[in-house]
C-alpha cells in the first residue's frame, strides 16, 4: 500500500491482502470458496443468508412487509452472515450466490430449491412471487423497475465510492472524496426533484423501488450510514428527507432493519430471525439479560 499522491500504476497489478484497509481480508480478486461449511436451514419455505448492511435490509423490509400484507408464505428463516469472519466464502453460501455477497435467498417451497442473489432481483422476484409491491399497469411497471435499477446503479458510488473513501479508506484522498461527494449529491437531487412532484418514488403506491432506495439515501439523509449528513448537507433535500422519514415510521421497515443487525442499541439488534417472537424475545439486549 502506498499514500502517495503521485502512485504509478505496475504494468501488471498483484493483490496484496494486507493493505491496510478495513476490508482487507473480505475481498479478494478471485471467486470460489475458501472452505468448506454447510449452511443451516430453518423450518419455513424462505431461508435468508444475510447481514443487516443496507443491501441486507433491502430483502428483510420486504419480507416483514409481505408478512404485515398477510402472506403467509412469506415467513422466513434470517441466519447471519458475518462477512467481517469470510462466512460469504463458504461453499455453501457460495453455492447459492457465487459472487459471495450478500443477501442470498433460497426458496424452499418450489418442487426443486430456487437460489436467488443480488438484493435487486430478490426484491422482484418476491414481489412477483407474492404479486405484491409491484405495480400491475405496464407504465407503472416500468418506471417501478426503472427506480429499482437506478438504485443497483446508483449505489456502488454511495457504498463503494463515497462511503468507502469518507470512512473506510486508510488514507483519506481529497480526490476520490470530492470526486464521490459530488457523485452522491448529484443523486440526492435526482430524487429530491423526482420526489417534489411524487409522493414515493413510483408516485403514490410504495413499492420495491421505495425498498431498495430507502437503505441506501434514507438511511444517509438521517444519518445512519457514514455520520454524513452535514458534510453532504442532506438536510437541504427537503423531499427526500420527507420520503425518508415518512417510509422509516412503517412498523415493517422497523422490523425489517433489525434483522441481522450486529451494531447499534441492542434492542435494536435481531442476529437472527426464526418467529415473529423473536423480535420480542430474541434481541440482544434480551439474550445478554439472560
Given at each position: 500500500?502506498?499514500?502517495?499522491?503521485?502512485?504509478?500504476?505496475?504494468?501488471?497489478?498483484?493483490?496484496?491482502?494486507?493493505?491496510?484497509?478495513?476490508?482487507?481480508?473480505?475481498?479478494?480478486?478471485?471467486?470460489?470458496?475458501?472452505?468448506?461449511?454447510?449452511?443451516?436451514?430453518?423450518?419455513?419455505?424462505?431461508?435468508?443468508?444475510?447481514?443487516?448492511?443496507?443491501?441486507?435490509?433491502?430483502?428483510?423490509?420486504?419480507?416483514?412487509?409481505?408478512?404485515?400484507?398477510?402472506?403467509?408464505?412469506?415467513?422466513?428463516?434470517?441466519?447471519?452472515?458475518?462477512?467481517?469472519?469470510?462466512?460469504?466464502?463458504?461453499?455453501?453460501?457460495?453455492?447459492?450466490?457465487?459472487?459471495?455477497?450478500?443477501?442470498?435467498?433460497?426458496?424452499?417451497?418450489?418442487?426443486?430449491?430456487?437460489?436467488?442473489?443480488?438484493?435487486?432481483?430478490?426484491?422482484?422476484?418476491?414481489?412477483?412471487?407474492?404479486?405484491?409491491?409491484?405495480?400491475?399497469?405496464?407504465?407503472?411497471?416500468?418506471?417501478?423497475?426503472?427506480?429499482l435499477f437506478w438504485q443497483?446503479?446508483?449505489?456502488?458510488?454511495?457504498?463503494?465510492?463515497?462511503?468507502?473513501?469518507?470512512?473506510?479508506?486508510?488514507?483519506?484522498?481529497?480526490?476520490?472524496?470530492?470526486?464521490?461527494?459530488?457523485?452522491?449529491?448529484?443523486?440526492?437531487?435526482?430524487?429530491?426533484?423526482?420526489?417534489?412532484?411524487?409522493?414515493?418514488?413510483?408516485?403514490?403506491?410504495?413499492?420495491?423501488?421505495?425498498?431498495?432506495?430507502?437503505?441506501?439515501?434514507?438511511?444517509?439523509?438521517?444519518?445512519?450510514?457514514?455520520?454524513?449528513?452535514?458534510?453532504?448537507?442532506?438536510?437541504?433535500?427537503?423531499?427526500?428527507?420527507?420520503?425518508?422519514?415518512?417510509i422509516a415510521e412503517r412498523?415493517?421497515?422497523?422490523?425489517?432493519?433489525?434483522?441481522?443487525?450486529?451494531?447499534?442499541?441492542?434492542?435494536?439488534?435481531?442476529?437472527?430471525?426464526?418467529?415473529?417472537?423473536?423480535?420480542?424475545?430474541?434481541?440482544?439486549?434480551?439474550?445478554?439479560?439472560?
Amino acid at each position: 500500500m502506498t499514500d502517495k499522491t503521485d502512485y504509478t500504476p505496475p504494468k501488471v497489478w498483484k493483490w496484496e491482502t494486507e493493505n491496510g484497509g478495513e476490508f482487507a481480508k473480505t475481498n479478494r480478486p478471485i471467486a470460489g470458496p475458501t472452505h468448506d461449511k454447510i449452511l443451516p436451514v430453518g423450518k419455513h419455505p424462505l431461508q435468508l443468508y444475510s447481514l443487516g448492511t443496507p443491501n441486507g435490509v433491502k430483502v428483510t423490509i420486504m419480507l416483514e412487509e409481505l408478512l404485515a400484507l398477510g402472506h403467509a408464505g412469506a415467513e422466513y428463516d434470517a441466519h447471519l452472515i458475518r462477512i467481517g469472519d469470510g462466512d460469504q466464502f463458504g461453499s455453501g453460501f457460495v453455492d447459492i450466490n457465487p459472487n459471495s455477497k450478500i443477501p442470498a435467498l433460497m426458496d424452499r417451497s418450489t418442487a426443486k430449491p430456487t437460489r436467488v442473489f443480488e438484493s435487486g432481483s430478490i426484491l422482484l422476484y418476491l414481489a412477483e412471487k407474492f404479486e405484491a409491491f409491484l405495480p400491475t399497469d405496464h407504465a407503472q411497471r416500468t418506471e417501478c423497475l426503472s427506480w429499482l435499477f437506478w438504485q443497483m446503479g446508483s449505489a456502488p458510488y454511495l457504498g463503494g465510492g463515497f462511503g468507502h473513501f469518507y470512512v473506510y479508506a486508510p488514507v483519506k484522498i481529497e480526490y476520490c472524496i470530492d470526486r464521490f461527494t459530488m457523485e452522491v449529491k448529484r443523486q440526492l437531487d435526482v430524487m429530491d426533484r423526482h420526489l417534489a412532484d411524487n409522493q414515493y418514488m413510483c408516485g403514490d403506491t410504495y413499492t420495491i423501488a421505495d425498498i431498495a432506495i430507502w437503505p441506501w439515501y434514507g438511511a444517509l439523509v438521517q444519518d445512519i450510514v457514514y455520520g454524513a449528513s452535514e458534510f453532504l448537507d442532506t438536510a437541504s433535500y427537503k423531499h427526500v428527507n420527507r420520503w425518508a422519514d415518512q417510509i422509516a415510521e412503517r412498523k415493517a421497515v422497523k422490523r425489517g432493519r433489525m434483522v441481522n443487525r450486529t451494531s447499534g442499541p441492542l434492542d435494536e439488534q435481531l442476529h437472527e430471525r426464526h418467529d415473529a417472537s423473536d423480535f420480542e424475545n430474541k434481541t440482544q439486549d434480551k439474550l445478554a439479560a439472560v
